[in-house]
């Protein structure tokens, strides 16, 4: 007959000591998995809705409650991010817009894509704070956007300080083509300062996981008499 229904029937006397080094083996990888651990990834159960009538959002990238970037809509325009100091979003090279950069973009303090840099907060003399613009639209004959993410989405780097260290991140975004209507979906960053990241990535599945999958593979084997 055949022997099934969980670890405890499979051979209980060879199996048992197996099962206990590879749950060993287990726990030893999760403490270096812990240890490594870089990528922090954040999704909101809604996206991040930007446009007229929505007022200033205070965005806390790492959620230390410090407030990293400010998002700002203007009631018919624009929609802008506006870093708090010593933070930097990427943006055109000389044009005060955000870059839309294609998944996989290493994000790092040296941008490596062309016209691409980082750009910080502007202030004029009267003490205005100015951002760099995530998307401008304009009324002629109707309403039309303009911007790197409008009508695509996109990701964008950004670069921010915890505890006085600089960490690299990215965010994911579109914008709508014929309203200010922006939206942010997600974003991650590296636990490890100074780090680059690619945009788009996220955590990999730990080893600790992995070995979980296996455990329950071989808990769940069915052995047939030969």
Do not use: K
Not at 45 to 64: E, K, M, Q, T
Not at 146 to 174: K, M, N, T
Request: aromatic share 10%.
């Amino acid at each position: 007959g055949n022997v099934s229904g969980g670890c405890r029937s499979v051979s209980a006397v060879s199996t048992r000591p197996f099962i206990f080094h590879l749950m060993g083996a287990m726990l030893w990888f999760a403490a270096i998995d812990l240890s490594s651990a870089a990528i922090v990834y954040f999704q909101p159960p809604d996206p991040i809705r930007l446009g007229a009538s929505v007022p200033d959002i205070d965005w806390d990238i790492d959620s230390d409650d410090n407030v990293d970037f400010v998002l700002r809509s203007f009631v018919t325009s624009a929609v802008d991010i506006v870093p708090i100091t010593g933070n930097r979003v990427t943006a055109f090279l000389g044009e005060g817009a955000v870059r839309n950069l294609e998944a996989g973009s290493i994000i790092e303090r040296d941008l490596r894509q062309a016209f691409t840099e980082w750009m910080e907060a502007s202030v004029s003399p009267g003490g205005t704070v100015f951002g760099i613009q995530l998307q401008n639209c304009f009324a002629a004959a109707g309403v039309t956007c303009s911007g790197d993410f409008v009508g695509r989405v996109g990701y964008f780097g950004l670069e921010f300080e915890i505890d006085g260290a600089v960490h690299y991140g990215w965010a994911r975004a579109q914008g709508e083509e014929e309203t200010t209507t922006t939206l942010i979906f997600d974003w991650a960053y590296e636990s490890v300062p100074g780090r680059g990241i690619r945009a788009g990535a996220i955590p990999e599945p730990s080893a600790a996981a992995l070995l979980l999958v296996a455990l329950a593979s071989l808990c769940g084997a069915r052995r047939r008499p030969a």
